[in-house]
T-cell receptor, first 112, second 114 residues
Framework: NAGVTQTPKFQVLKTGQSMTLQCAQDMNHNSMYWYRQDPGMGLRLIYY???????DKGEVPNGYNVSRLNKREFSLRLESAAPSQTSVYFC???????????FGQGTRLTVV | AQSVTQPDIHITVSEGASLELRCNYSYGATPYLFWYVQSPGQGLQLLLK??????LVQGIKGFEAEFKRSQSSFNLRKPSVHWSDAAEYFC????????????FGTGTRLKVLA
């Protein structure tokens, strides 16, 4: 099983450019998440989707949009990238209440 | 506010020594609790989890954690550290009702001396 797959693994953007981070899971999980990881700050939740067709804001949603395209895929879009969005982005998924989250390998994004 | 505190940003231990990483949470009821490990350039891998029952939880790679309700703590332990345990460790919890969110601590980076 591939688990949670994120693309791309690395990306450099110029300020003001847009891009979409892709995430797909093959575990038939209901819930999916986007986190960003910054040094000394742990993981902070950007958006999550409890089930197909629903999305909710997390701690740091400003500057991002998401789409739960179907049960497998949950994409994160930066409409106008800013240097403050330089970070490592992780997608995760979870099946049910008494289960843990499974993480992708991350996307390292640099905005110059 | 709900939060997870990992008071040690960096810990250095010698190979073969014992290890304890601290984690405290702020939440009104007993949450679901997790420890994840992250090797450089990698995603997060689950070490162990606590949902209910026995407060001493065994995980992979020889790790264990003990849930102490009275102290709101879920400390991670290993009796003998190996050089390959060098990584960053994250404690996390998820409330048992009302939200699907996982709350993460800021992490503890472990260095192992040969």
């Amino acid at each position: 099983n591939a688990g949670v797959t994120q693309t791309p693994k690395f990306q450099v953007l110029k300020t003001g450019q847009s891009m979409t981070l892709q995430c797909a899971q093959d575990m038939n999980h209901n819930s999916m998440y986007w986190y960003r990881q910054d040094p000394g700050m742990g993981l902070r939740l950007i958006y999550y989707s409890a089930s197909e067709g629903t999305t909710d804001k997390g701690e740091v949603p400003n500057g991002y949009n998401v789409s739960r395209l179907n049960k497998r895929e949950f994409s994160l879009r930066l409409e106008s990238a800013a240097p403050s969005q330089t970070s490592v982005y992780f997608c995760a998924s979870r099946q049910g209440a008494n289960t843990e989250a499974f993480f992708g390998q991350g996307t390292r994004l640099t905005v110059v | 506010a709900q939060s997870v505190t990992q008071p040690d940003i960096h810990i250095t231990v010698s190979e073969g020594a014992s290890l304890e990483l601290r984690c405290n949470y702020s939440y009104g009821a007993t949450p679901y609790l997790f420890w994840y490990v992250q090797s450089p350039g990698q995603g997060l891998q689950l070490l162990l989890k606590y949902f209910s029952g026995d407060t001493l939880v065994q995980g992979i790679k020889g790790f264990e954690a003990e849930f102490k309700r009275s102290q709101s703590s879920f400390n991670l332990r290993k009796p003998s550290v190996h050089w390959s345990d060098a990584a960053e460790y994250f404690c996390a919890y998820r409330p048992t009702s009302g939200t699907y969110k996982y709350i993460f601590g800021t992490g503890t980076r472990l260095k192992v001396l040969a």
